[in-house]
């Protein structure tokens, strides 16, 4: 099936940080995409990113779903809740709840959706997510197969447990991370995909156990403190943030 446009949903991982372009900004998997969808839809393919960093699932809903309506793509990719699961009083069945409504919302205007269960972050953080990735992972699963979504599940992809794929911070894709994550959904789509962005670099040697403290001890300084502090004076990282790509414009043109 060719689709004619595409209109990204989400935070940060839809966004595309930690992946740049030469000119600081971030490309990330739903760029190389609609990029890829664009060769077999022609010029006029339509596709829009409306993903800002920080973002929780009702803002998410509450800012993103109208416009997506609007723009009446036939294609929307929804990826939210995960900086909702890095909270401790969060219910995950209600989140899972409100990312339904929006499915069903999505679904009824005749829209395909892609939806995702996310890749297994507690390789890394092993004491953030827990039960709380769980459940929306499940949900996801669940809610592909009522609504006949398209789920990529990047969570069985033991690739996902490679340090390479991830950037310094830990939490978000490295620029190897999000080329995989696109190659996952172009397949997931049916669409050919460049073999490149498959590949998994060689797993590097283990630390020596003082060394590796030290980097934890560098990764809590230079990411887990500003993070905290953000969210305990009630920040958020995409404040000032504008979606890079708030409408339905071929690929090679930005706002």
């Known amino acids: 099936m060719a689709w004619h446009s595409f209109v990204a949903m989400g935070d940060s991982f839809t966004e595309g940080l930690n992946d740049a372009y030469p000119d600081g900004t971030f490309r990330g998997w739903a760029d190389l ?15 829009a990113n409306l993903a800002i960093r920080g973002k929780v699932m009702h803002e998410i809903v509450d800012e993103q779903l109208e416009p997506t309506l609007t723009m009446r793509p036939d294609l929307v990719s929804l990826a939210a809740g995960g900086n909702d699961a890095l909270r401790v009083r969060v219910d995950p069945h209600a989140l899972v709840r409100e990312l ?89 789509l049916g669409v050919g995909v460049d073999e490149d962005w498959m590949l998994v670099p060689p797993a590097p040697e283990p630390n020596p156990w003082l060394l590796a403290r030290s980097a934890d001890l560098r990764w809590a300084r230079e990411h887990l403190a500003p993070w905290v502090s953000r969210h305990l004076r009630g920040h958020s990282s995409g404040e000032l943030v504008r979606a890079k790509r708030p409408e339905l414009m071929p690929i090679g043109i930005t706002e």
């Open 33 to 47: 995409v609609a990029a890829r969808m664009a060769v077999d839809s022609g010029p006029d393919f339509g596709y």
């Open 100 to 188: 339904e409504s929006v499915v069903r919302r999505l679904r009824d205007t005749g829209a395909d959706v892609i939806l995702f269960r996310f890749a297994d972050v507690t390789v890394n953080l092993p004491a953030i997510l827990g039960r709380r990735a769980s459940v929306l992972n499940d949900g996801a699963r669940t809610l592909a197969d009522r609504y006949g979504c398209h789920l990529v599940d990047l969570f069985g992809d033991d690739a996902f447990r490679h340090p390479h794929m991830w950037s310094p911070d830990r939490l978000h894709l490295s620029p190897a991370g999000h080329r995989r994550v696109a190659g996952q959904v172009l397949n997931v």
